[in-house]
């Protein structure tokens, strides 16, 4: 069976960091890219950053570029997020998906990810 559990959300304040983790249960990992996307109250799902099945390419949302780092450890079937200097627009609901593929396609559509966690929340408020 598959599945996709995020965690390490919660509340900090602005400046602050924090760290996400998603474990993935029923896949190789060492064959797929995997991803985090976000959900802002109001407003569509977007993509914030996609690593390859080695994890040797990275890419992420402008938004996020030198704040954020992903990183994957294959061998614990687990996937992070690395969120520095936190803004209250960073404030969403965080999933990771999984790709049928190795690397990551070079536009975040949704569509190209397969499966997909129920989200941990991240709120940034003082």
């Known amino acids: 069976q598959y599945q996709l559990v995020e965690s390490g959300g919660g509340l900090v304040q602005p400046g602050g960091s924090l760290r996400l983790s998603c474990t993935i249960s029923?896949?190789?990992?060492?064959?797929?890219?995997l991803a985090w996307f976000r959900q802002a109250p109001g407003k569509e799902r977007e993509g914030v950053s996609c690593?390859?099945?080695?994890?040797?390419?990275?890419n992420y949302a402008d938004s996020v570029k030198d704040r954020f780092t992903i990183h994957r450890d294959n061998a614990k079937n687990t996937m992070y997020l690395q969120m520095n200097s936190l803004k209250p627009e960073d404030t969403a609901v965080y999933y990771c998906?999984?790709?049928?593929?190795?690397?990551?396609?070079?536009?975040?559509?949704?569509?190209?990810?397969?499966?997909w966690g129920h989200g941990t929340q991240v709120t940034v408020s003082s």
């Open positions: 998906a999984i790709r049928g593929f190795a690397g990551c396609p070079s536009t975040f559509r949704e569509a190209f990810f397969g499966s």
């Open positions: 690593i390859s099945s080695s994890g040797g390419s990275t």
């Open positions: 029923g896949y190789n990992l060492y064959y797929y890219a």
